[in-house]
């Protein structure tokens, strides 16, 4: 069992940045495929960003809405993962979850790869 806790969310206005956290416990995640996904209401929940830690060289990825923008990353040390956003627009507004995949085969966009979530953390970016 892995538990995971999201942090950072908030207001901030349009071109602005936040810095979303994810500490996760119970065990270690640093062999697992860590990912970022993002929902609104009346929508599916969508791929934002994911990273393959130590088998996989830690190779990213990230949904075509964000590259350039989102940087995701991690701290083995604090068995943390992180969400950089930058030039923020209304349009990432949603409620951000992170996910572990502890065997990850599947595509990394897909959110039936992760086993464990994380409860939300709210970003509101205004015009």
């Known amino acids: 069992q892995v538990q995971l806790v999201e942090s950072g969310g908030g207001l901030v206005q349009a071109g602005g940045s936040l810095r979303l956290s994810c500490a996760a416990s119970?065990?270690?995640?640093?062999?697992?495929?860590m990912g970022w996904f993002r929902q609104v209401p009346g929508k599916e929940r969508e791929f934002v960003a994911a990273?393959?830690?130590?088998?996989?060289?830690?190779?990213?990825y990230y949904a075509d809405s964000v590259k350039g923008r989102f940087t995701i990353s991690r701290d083995n040390a604090k068995n943390t993962v992180y969400l950089q956003m930058n030039s923020l627009k209304p349009e990432d507004t949603a409620v951000y979850y992170c996910?572990?995949?502890?065997?990850?085969?599947?595509?990394?966009?897909?959110?039936?790869?992760?086993?464990?979530w994380g409860q939300g953390t709210q970003v509101t970016v205004s015009s």
């Open positions: 119970g065990r270690t995640v640093s062999s697992y495929r």
């Open positions: 990273i393959n830690w130590i088998w996989s060289s830690g190779t990213t």
């Open positions: 996910a572990a995949d502890p065997n990850p085969t599947g595509p990394y966009y897909d959110q039936l790869q992760y086993s464990w």
